[in-house]
């Protein structure tokens, strides 16, 4: 019994770390992982016994939805689903300042899942260009406006141009800017400073289960 509570603890505290250090939740197999446990079965045993106590919650439904219950769950905000995202080739969206006019659905997330910020919006995925970032095709990403991110960050990256929106990691080099897919078999893309327009940065991703 005591060799399950320690265990238990560990789990919880892997748990309470991840969310701090990333912003979002760990999924049953960053637990094993993380804590050095055999199985995935094991870490599921653990969850439940942890949510039957109370000190977790977990919606079966989405990816990543671990959230601790002594940290403050009561503010919650409406996102707005603003469209989809090309995670591949891109595609054409609607302009960038009619996102937020006619959102598909507002989408009740907690603060947990926004990082607390306000100035938050969402896009469901199309393609699989992100796939090693674990952003794969019918998810959707949450980003926070705004229109400049470090090298390496993931990015709704506008090409003004062909008018097109796309999700990438973005890179700045010398005179270009480097749009890089999480995904071996396809290539970079390269464009001028000038041609290119970052929208908001990647903060989070749900994906529901079915």
């Not at 055999?38 to 439904?61: A, C, F, W, Y």
């Not at 769950?73 to 090309?86: D, E, F, R």
């Not at 603060?111 to 100035?119: F, H, I, N």
Request: glycine share 6%.
């Amino acid at each position: 019994m005591r060799r399950n509570s320690d265990t238990r603890l560990r789990i919880l505290n892997y748990i309470r770390q991840f969310i701090n250090e990333r912003g979002y939740a760990p999924t049953v197999r960053d637990i094993v992982r993380g804590c050095d446990i055999s199985t995935p079965s094991v870490v599921q045993h653990h969850l439940n016994m942890l949510q039957k106590q109370g000190l977790i919650s977990r919606d079966p439904e989405i990816f990543r939805s671990i959230q601790l219950t002594e940290r403050k769950q009561g503010a919650i905000s409406a996102v707005p689903l603003l469209g989809t995202i090309a995670a591949g080739k891109p595609i054409p969206v609607p302009a960038p300042d009619t996102w937020t006019v006619d959102p598909e659905r507002m989408l009740q997330l907690t603060s947990e899942l926004t990082r607390g910020k306000t100035d938050v919006f969402a896009l469901k995925v199309k393609g699989t260009s992100m796939i090693d970032a674990l952003i794969a095709d019918g998810d959707t990403v949450l980003l926070q406006a705004a229109s400049s991110v470090e090298d390496g960050e993931m990015a709704a990256v506008w090409l003004k141009v062909a008018h097109e929106v796309t999700l990438k990691k973005v890179y700045r080099e010398a005179g270009r800017v480097r749009l890089q897919p999480a995904n071996a078999e396809m290539k970079p893309m390269y464009f001028k400073p000038e041609e290119v327009e970052i929208q908001g940065r990647v903060i989070g991703v749900l994906r529901i289960l079915s």
